[in-house]
Each structure stands twice: as C-alpha cells, then as structure tokens.
C-alpha cells in the first residue's frame, strides 16, 4: 500500500522556520517528482513548491520563493520542505503529493496521484 506521510507541521511565530518532511513508504519515489501543497480555510488548495525525480529541477509559487526550499533524498524516499521567513498567510495544511514514473514536476494537482494526508502550520503574528 503506497502511502505518504507528513510530519514537522506546527505552530510558530511570523519570521520563524519549519521543516517539513514527507516520508513514502509502499514504493520507491526516486524516480518521480513530487510536490507540496496547501489549503488555508475557505480557500482552494494551490501549489507550493515541487522537484523532479531526480532533485536538479525545481519549481515554486511567486508567493513563497526566496523563502521556501524544496529537496528530496532519494535513498531515504523523502522529501522535504524547508519554510523561512515565515508569514501568517502561510498558515495551510500542507499535503505533500506524488506524480507517475519519470513525470516532471507540475504546478498542477490533478497531475498528481498520491496524497499524504496533510500536516498543519500555523503562523502566529
């Protein structure tokens, strides 16, 4: 059974950082591009930063570049969202998500087949 887990979700104060990290268990990842994405309350859930398979490619939302870093290590089927300088319009569920074999990354989420539930961050001002 594939499954993706997030964790490092919380609460921290505007200009603080979090790490978050998404671990797929069920199959190997290293040759697909994987993605995070949130949903704030009342709003639809938009892309946030996505990495092809193999990590040289990498892909951001106007609204958290310079700010957020996206990586992946392969040997350990995680990924990993590295967020700083954090502002309280970040507050989300961040889900992390996976495209087919070989895909390139996406800023779409229809493009994505596997979802992790999702973790929370809040953003106090």
């Known amino acids: 059974q594939v499954q993706l887990v997030e964790s490092g979700g919380g609460l921290v104060q505007a200009g603080g950082s979090l790490r978050l990290s998404c671990a797929a268990s069920?199959?190997?990842?290293?040759?697909?591009?994987m993605g995070w994405f949130r949903q704030a309350p009342g709003k639809e859930r938009e892309f946030v930063a996505a990495?092809?398979?193999?990590?040289?490619?990498?892909y951001y939302a106007a609204s958290v570049k310079g700010r957020f870093t996206i990586s992946r290590d392969n040997a350990r089927n995680t990924v990993y969202l590295q967020m700083n300088s954090l502002k309280p319009e970040d507050t989300a569920v961040y889900y992390c998500?996976?495209?087919?074999?070989?895909?390139?990354?996406?800023?779409?989420?229809?493009?994505?087949?596997?979802w992790g539930q999702g973790t929370q961050v809040t953003v106090s001002s």
């Open positions: 998500a996976a495209r087919g074999s070989y895909a390139s990354g996406s800023y779409y989420s229809h493009t994505y087949d596997y």
């Open positions: 069920g199959r190997s990842f290293s040759n697909s591009a």
């Open positions: 990495i092809n398979w193999s990590g040289i490619s990498t």
